[in-house]
């Protein structure tokens, strides 16, 4: 049984940093894409960065040079770094485990951010 797990999420204010971890399981870690989306009320859910074993790494616009994406394939743990945040980041952020062989999409319960003053 595959289970992804957040934590981390919570009210922050303008500018303000949050870390988010997401720990797997049932699945060959190295052998996945991990990643986060979010979503924003009233909004379609959206990549904001995603990470192989290997190092290949992508961001969306919005939140490259604010966020940072790691892994540890040791605990089969994936992380977000999000710092300088902007209201516009309040959103559910949910983590995504993609098989790099294709055959397999998983996704966690999402943890909220909001971000407010």
């Known amino acids: 049984q595959v289970q992804l797990v957040e934590s981390g999420g919570g009210l922050v204010q303008p500018g303000g940093s949050l870390r988010l971890s997401c720990a797997a399981s049932?699945?060959?870690?190295?052998?996945?894409?991990m990643g986060w989306y979010r979503q924003a009320p009233g909004k379609q859910r959206e990549l904001v960065t995603t990470?192989?074993?290997?190092?290949?790494?992508n961001y969306a616009d919005s939140v490259a040079g604010r966020f940072t994406i790691s892994r540890d394939d040791a605990n089969n743990t994936v992380y977000l770094q999000m710092n300088s945040l902007k209201p516009e980041d309040t959103a559910v952020y949910y983590c995504?485990?993609?098989?790099?062989?294709?055959?397999?999409?998983?996704w966690g319960q999402g943890t909220q951010v909001t971000v407010s003053s």
């Open positions: 995504l485990a993609r098989n790099i062989l294709g055959n397999g999409v998983y």
């Open positions: 049932g699945i060959i870690f190295r052998l996945y894409r």
């Open positions: 990470m192989t074993s290997s190092g290949s790494v």
